[in-house]
């Protein structure tokens, strides 16, 4: 299956929200991919997962856990990207702690530089105490993307939506 959007950054969130809710639809029917996801999430930063951008001269591809299990072996780390890196920690979020979580994608302004610039995702965990109150959590950084600059998610367009389990 093949599913194209040309779409706002309100839309991306959306996508990322549909993602969420199509790997928690699947591993609900299926405990060997919730077992699946629970094992990778044990295993030491970037065994279970690592952060690939995608190709500059290819299309963004989303996938879901239930593709991603069955294209890479058990003992290889899944290589994916922001978007990738997002859904996988909120599904785990929701499933294994069953705990909120804001889907959060950073669209940075234009500059002469970067006419064009790259929209990042990335989650929020909210406070116990009040869920507009957040941490910033980014799957990407902790799977080999590297830390951006410090201001990086105080600044730009965001759209984010909040999931809960």
């Keep these: 299956m093949l599913f194209e959007v040309d779409t706002d950054l309100a839309?991306?969130?959306?996508?990322?929200?549909a993602t969420v809710e199509l790997n928690c639809y699947d591993c609900r029917r299926d405990p060997e991919l919730l077992a699946e996801l629970r094992r990778r999430l044990f295993l030491?930063?970037?065994?279970?997962?690592?952060?690939?951008?995608?190709?500059?001269?290819?299309?963004?591809?989303?996938?879901?856990?239930?593709?991603?299990?069955r294209r890479v072996p058990a003992w290889e780390p899944i290589r994916d990207d922001c978007e990738g890196q997002s859904t996988i920690y909120a599904t785990a979020r929701l499933l294994l702690e069953r705990l909120p979580v804001w889907a959060t994608i950073r669209?940075?302004?234009?500059?002469?530089?970067?006419?064009?610039?790259?929209?990042?995702?990335?989650?929020?965990?909210?406070?116990?105490?009040?869920?507009e109150k957040t941490t910033v959590f980014d799957p990407s950084v902790l799977n080999g993307m590297g830390a951006p600059p410090?201001?990086?998610?105080?600044?730009?367009?965001?759209g984010r939506i909040l999931l809960e389990p």
């Excluded at 839309?11 to 929200?17: A, F, I, R």
């Excluded at 997962?49 to 299990?69: A, C, E, G, H, Q």
């Excluded at 410090?150 to 965001?158: I, L, Q």
């Design 107 to 131: 669209q940075p302004e234009p500059t002469p530089s970067h006419p064009r610039p790259m929209a990042h995702a990335y989650l929020e965990i909210p406070s116990a105490d009040d869920v």
């Design 44 to 69: 030491p930063p970037g065994a279970g997962f690592k952060y690939r951008p995608d190709p500059p001269y290819l299309p963004d591809r989303w996938s879901t856990l239930s593709v991603l299990f």
């Design 11 to 17: 839309g991306l969130v959306l996508v990322l929200k």
């Design 150 to 158: 410090e201001d990086f998610y105080r600044t730009g367009k965001f």
